[in-house]
């Protein structure tokens, strides 16, 4: 397919495809002449993972450059490129005071449930500065309900959703996608859940 088709096809201006040509983001297309290239399905599964990556999960760039580095990559296994996008879409926590007692925690939490975590794993600083901010409001730091319920939808749920046995980045949208939008989701029916519990317990008729 030609340009304007990849842009009807993938909804993504051509303007912002070529950004995403120049950048190194979308491989080139078969060139046919000098101004004319054709696309193909590639194109389209690379362009819907930049679309979740950047709209969905909010990565920057240059952290999409480094995911679109390790699926190209086909030395590196699936776990690591998965890992890659993981961490891309983790937030970045500043150090605090109580770093050393939240990271211990952390640390305490994934060795009880047997988790395989990589030591350099930034979501274990990410934890652990939402633990910092519990105990800094005086709120409960016991996860083991929450790490259960989340082991539980992964292993149960989420990741049979990943397509493992297709090219790359069609599992690295549908993690990324899966990863940011039924995290919203998840918060929504925890809220809903909390006002239809507050409604049973203290109004009358419950």
Not at 69 to 76: G, I, P
Not at 104 to 125: C, F, K
Not at 144 to 162: F, N, R, S
């Given at each position: ?19 995403y040509l120049r950048e190194g ?182």
């Open positions: 397919m030609r340009m304007s088709e990849l842009s009807a096809t993938s909804g993504v201006p051509i303007a912002t495809i070529k950004y983001l979308l491989h080139p297309g078969e060139q046919l002449a000098a101004t004319r290239a054709d696309y193909d399905e590639s194109h389209l599964r690379r362009l819907r993972m930049i679309r979740a990556l950047l709209e969905v999960g909010r990565v920057p760039v240059a952290g999409i450059k480094k995911v679109i580095a390790a699926v190209e990559d086909e030395s590196l296994p699936l776990h690591f490129v998965l890992g890659t996008a993981h961490y891309a879409l983790a937030q970045t926590a500043e150090p605090e005071p109580d770093q050393e007692w939240a990271r211990e925690e952390v640390d305490r939490i994934i060795t009880e449930l047997g988790w395989r975590i990589s030591p350099n794993a930034p979501t274990r600083d990410e934890l652990a500065h939402t633990l910092i901010r519990m105990r800094q409001l005086g709120l409960p730091q016991d996860l083991g309900p929450y790490a259960a319920a989340a082991e539980k939808l992964v292993t149960e749920v989420e990741m049979d959703h990943v397509p493992f046995t297709g090219p790359r980045d069609a599992a690295v949208e549908s993690l990324v996608l899966g990863t940011v939008l039924y995290g919203r989701a998840l918060d929504t029916l925890r809220r809903l859940a909390q006002e239809s519990e507050s409604a049973r317990r203290f109004t009358r008729g419950s």
